[in-house]
């Protein structure tokens, strides 16, 4: 019978050595697989141009707009309390992405439509909620890390301002899919024509009908997109600036009817918002801004196709969006 020999400092230090390279590799491996794909594609000098106040390009000098406020309004889909803020990579993504831009002095009020799937450097968390280096993704997919909340919101407020050369953003307003009907109902419903059919999802909702939509209708209309018409999302976009377009002129009226409708329809949405904006900003914001011009939707121009992890993305023109940039955020030098 042999005894078993008691370890040695010498062995314990050995082992204990081992353990610690074990750890610190395993460590490594993890931080490998969450930064394997960290590698955003370089914008070439299109950002670089926006880091003065003043720049020139093809001979022409710009300076930036003072003064300006911008909103980023998202629409997440998700349902109330549905996001678990333990889980930093289920926040739900951002399926609608709008920037409003107002300018007092111009006395305008812009937008930037955003396509959902556009391919753009996107911040990623990992597991623990560490950021864990930079991606190119679909932008919706920014909100989808982070707790849901104020976190994720920050991240696609981050993506949208990577994207548009890092314009600064002031505010974000999100809304997930229960504020939908809130929303509409508080506008007394809107009327659009169905250019596609909805009858899988509501018998009354048939193709080339004049409808104004109440209760889940309206959701249906500006969310549904798989098993509508050509179930894309450009499709669906277009939907949602029919929608937007009579929603803006309904809300328009209502707020030169009574300056206290944004305040009470701020208190209808609040349990459906997350937002940095205060009742008392939102209210000012619009009431100042209640009669100021309502430029064109900017779309920005770019290829739509299937991507190798077989979703679909959008690759934006540089030279579009850098126009859209340049049209709202600064002006030619006099």
Not at 202 to 209: A, W
Request: proline share 3%; aromatic share 8%; charged share 20%.
């Amino acid at each position: 019978m042999h005894r078993k020999h008691p370890l040695r400092k010498r062995d314990i230090l050995v082992i204990g050595t081992v353990v610690v390279l074990v750890l610190v590799g395993a460590y490594v491996a993890a931080q490998w697989l969450e930064d394997r794909n960290a590698n955003p594609e370089p914008r070439g000098d299109y950002t670089l141009r926006y880091e003065d106040e003043q720049m020139t390009i093809n001979g022409v000098t710009y300076r930036q707009r003072k003064n300006l406020t911008t909103i980023l309004f998202m629409g997440i889909d998700q349902e109330s309390g549905q996001a678990q803020s333990t889980n930093f990579r289920n926040g739900g993504q951002a399926d609608f992405l709008r920037l409003i831009v107002i300018d007092p002095a111009g006395k305008t009020v812009s937008q930037i439509q955003i396509d959902r799937d556009t391919m753009t450097p996107v911040t990623v968390l990992g597991v623990l909620g560490n950021r864990s280096g930079m991606r190119t993704l679909q932008i919706c997919l920014s909100h989808g890390f982070g707790d849901g909340r104020e976190q994720s919101c920050e991240l696609t407020v981050e993506a949208v301002s990577n994207l548009l050369f890092n314009v600064p953003i002031n505010y974000y307003v999100a809304m997930n899919l229960d504020g939908i009907e809130a929303l509409n109902e508080s506008l007394g419903g809107i009327t659009v024509t169905l250019e596609d059919d909805f009858t899988s999802l509501d018998p009354t909702m048939t193709k080339g009908s004049t409808l104004t939509l109440h209760g889940k209708q309206a959701e249906y209309f500006v969310r549904s997109r798989m098993s509508v018409g050509a179930g894309t999302n450009e499709a669906r976009m277009a939907r949602q600036q029919q929608y937007l377009t009579q929603m803006v002129d309904a809300l328009h009226e209502k707020v030169l009817s009574s300056e206290s409708y944004v305040g009470e329809l701020f208190d209808v949405l609040t349990d459906y918002l997350v937002t940095n904006l205060s009742r008392a900003q939102m209210v000012n914001e619009a009431w100042a801004a209640r009669n100021y011009r309502r430029n064109p939707v900017s779309v920005p121009e770019g290829t739509h196709l299937v991507g190798e992890s077989g979703f679909m993305e959008f690759h934006v023109d540089e030279d579009s969006l850098e126009q859209i940039v340049l049209d709202l955020f600064y002006q030619k030098s006099k």
